[in-house]
């Protein structure tokens, strides 16, 4: 049981405590808290998800705290500048969108869902006071960020200071045995123990997991980046974003991202080192594996049949979507990339048709206005993976 859980952890505090409560025999409560700040659940969000669902797996309860609150504070860990903050309602939209995506890794039971706007919304002065009575300023510039924004002068709000202490605040609120998190996380997590241990709890085994690199291979996934791959993707999309991952990420999304068992990844792993693997064929495995977990089985050959079809074979792929054209002689093409759903704006389509990102039936598109009796029947492309067909 132990040695599941630990596979691709990057701390535990510590494996004994983990160890010896394991062996008490009673159900953990494990906790993650997920501050819904973007509209989508990521491969990186995924990873510490998938091992909740493990601990759940064994008979013990996941305890998810949605942080509509926290979220409105902005947490700090990894930044160099104040995060703007985000409205209710910014927060609440986002919340409703990701509380479907958590249902496709974990398990309906034993599972409790928490909003910590429940016992964090009506701190009134006095209880705030006595929370910051808890800890010191010397205490928060232990934390390196915290450190090296002062050290380059660079502002710290008083507010970033307590996020902390209200993540803290939720461990207190569910009793949680465990706490999950990225490893940019652990001081926060260490600061959950503080404020148990004041109020009398036995302190929480903070438990983090290595950050996912994003398919640029520099920063982690961050849909901010925009180097995410979202659980809800497509899966053509899903496929070719996971073939687009640099190779030496390949070992690190098998053992985070997938089921395959250790000893399956050591092989790989020895495999692509002594050039006995082919990266290319091994990356094809992940993203067909990958596609499997969130789409289901055979899902992930069927997407690698489309991308072969769309770069092999330049072809477009079978199952494209469909929309009907508006009425009118001619069409502003970045009006109809919008409308259809294939950017977000029609600035990034000005700027896509620009730099020869948009093709019609394979041609590239240099002009902003076309006729509507021309792209009637046709197959309009923005970037690899996207593409519509255009009815009349």
């Known amino acids: 049981m132990l040695d599941q859980l630990l596979r691709g952890t990057e701390r535990v505090v510590t494996e004994e405590a983990l160890k010896e409560r394991l062996d008490r025999g009673r159900p953990l409560r494990v906790k993650l808290g997920v501050d819904p700040t973007a509209p989508a659940i990521t491969l990186g969000w995924a990873v510490v998800l998938r091992k909740l ?6 008979g013990h309860t996941a305890v998810l705290i949605i942080g509509d609150f926290t979220a409105q504070v902005g947490d700090p860990s990894g930044k160099s500048e104040t995060r703007p903050r985000l409205s209710v309602e910014e927060v609440n939209g986002y919340v409703e969108r990701i509380l479907d995506e958590f249902a496709t890794i974990l398990l309906p039971e034993p599972l409790e869902v928490r909003r910590n706007s429940e016992w964090l919304a009506d701190l009134d002065m006095a209880k705030i006071l006595e929370l910051t009575s808890q800890v010191t300023v010397a205490q928060m510039l232990e934390r390196s960020d915290f450190a090296q924004r002062y ?3 660079a502002p710290i709000s008083l507010m970033e200071f307590l996020y902390p202490l209200l993540q803290g605040m939720d461990s207190v609120a569910v009793e949680a045995d465990v706490e999950l998190g990225g490893s940019d996380q652990l001081w926060n997590l260490m600061m959950g123990r503080v404020l148990q241990e004041r109020s009398g709890q036995e302190a929480q085994i903070p438990f983090t997991m290595p950050l996912l690199i994003g398919t640029d291979g520099v920063q982690k996934m961050s849909q901010s980046l925009g180097n995410y791959i979202a659980i809800d993707d497509e899966p053509g999309d899903m496929f070719g974003k996971v073939m687009s991952i640099p190779d030496e990420q390949i070992v690190p999304y098998f053992e985070l991202c997938t089921d395959v068992p250790p000893t399956e990844v050591s092989r790989l792993d020895a495999g692509l080192s002594a050039g006995t693997l082919h990266p290319a064929d091994t990356k094809r495995r992940l993203a067909r594996t990958i596609v499997d977990i969130y789409h289901g089985q055979g899902s992930g050959s069927a997407a690698e049949r489309g991308f072969d079809q769309v770069f092999k074979e330049h072809r477009p792929p079978e199952d494209v979507p ?18 259809a759903g294939l950017v977000g704006s029609s600035s990034e389509a000005r700027r896509l048709i620009d730099q020869a990102g948009v093709k019609l039936d394979g041609e590239t598109v240099h002009v902003l206005e076309v006729s509507r009796d021309v792209l009637k029947g046709t197959t309009i492309q923005v970037g690899k993976r996207r593409f519509v067909k255009l009815l009349g």
């Open 53 to 58: 669902r493990q601990f759940q797996e064994l």
């Open 151 to 153: 050290h380059n002068q």
């Open 322 to 339: 469909e929309f009907i054209l508006p009425a009118g002689d001619l069409i502003y093409l970045p009006a109809l990339l919008k409308s």
